[in-house]
């Protein structure tokens, strides 16, 4: 059975720092996708990596794929406070259902 | 201009009672799903059909039924509601075997069971 592991849980950062967010997921899949969610709100489409070694970067976000290792990562550059969301992974085991992981609350502050 | 919609966007009804959410998509996908989000946030498919065929059917109480009368149309009954029910529900949509085979989520149905 596919688990999807995001750590850390939450994530409380000052502006302007760096950080990163980790997926890691048991079985190995080349779908990998990171969805935004405000609070009350609908998933809001990052990213999608579909191959080993995929970078994709959008404004202050960067999310790569590693297949070998099966592990995903989102970077933050530079956190504003709009980027303060909960960020979820989820992997396809080419099946069209989508594995998601616990979540990563995002807090930015001043 | 709304791609993926649910209608309502809160339910809040009484154990026991029978409800429905509606969800209807315009992207001209193929497929379309059911998560859940309990409280905890964490989101689990619960169905998926693809051309008015069930394809994914977790393990979901049979209490829950969903029915696709048309391949942008998709909607879920629940029977004998529960308080575990109570949840957020949010339908979404794809076009299957085509890349980026990237779901599209709609606002949510916000379901609370007294």
């Known amino acids: 059975e596919l688990k999807v592991e995001q750590n850390p849980l939450f994530l409380s950062m000052q502006e302007g720092k760096n950080y990163t967010i980790y997926c890691n997921y048991s079985t190995t899949s080349d779908r990998l996708y990171w969805y935004r969610q405000d609070p009350g709100k609908s998933l809001e489409s990052l990213f999608v990596l579909l191959s080993n070694g995929a970078v994709k970067q959008e404004g202050r976000l960067m999310a790569s794929l590693d297949t070998k290792a099966r592990l995903s990562t989102l970077h933050i550059t530079a956190a504003v406070h709009d980027l303060s969301a909960t960020y979820f992974c989820a992997v396809d085991l080419n099946t069209d259902k989508l594995i998601f992981g616990t979540g990563t609350r995002l807090q930015v502050f001043p | 201009d709304t791609a993926v919609s649910q209608t309502p966007k809160y339910l809040v009804t009484q154990m026991g009672n029978d409800k429905s959410i509606k969800c209807e998509q315009n992207l001209g996908h193929d497929t379309m799903y059911w998560y859940k989000q309990d409280s905890k946030k964490f989101l689990k498919i619960m169905f998926s059909?693809?051309?008015?065929?069930?394809?994914i059917n977790e393990t979901v109480p049979n209490r829950f039924s969903p029915k696709s009368p048309d391949k942008a149309h998709l909607n879920l009954h629940i029977n004998s509601l529960e308080l575990g029910d109570s949840a957020v529900y949010f339908c979404?949509?794809?076009?299957?075997?085509?890349?980026?085979?990237?779901?599209?989520f709609g606002p949510g149905t916000r379901l609370t069971v007294t």
């Open positions: 059909y693809n051309n008015k065929e069930l394809i």
């Open positions: 979404a949509s794809s076009q299957r075997g085509l890349p980026p085979y990237e779901q599209y």
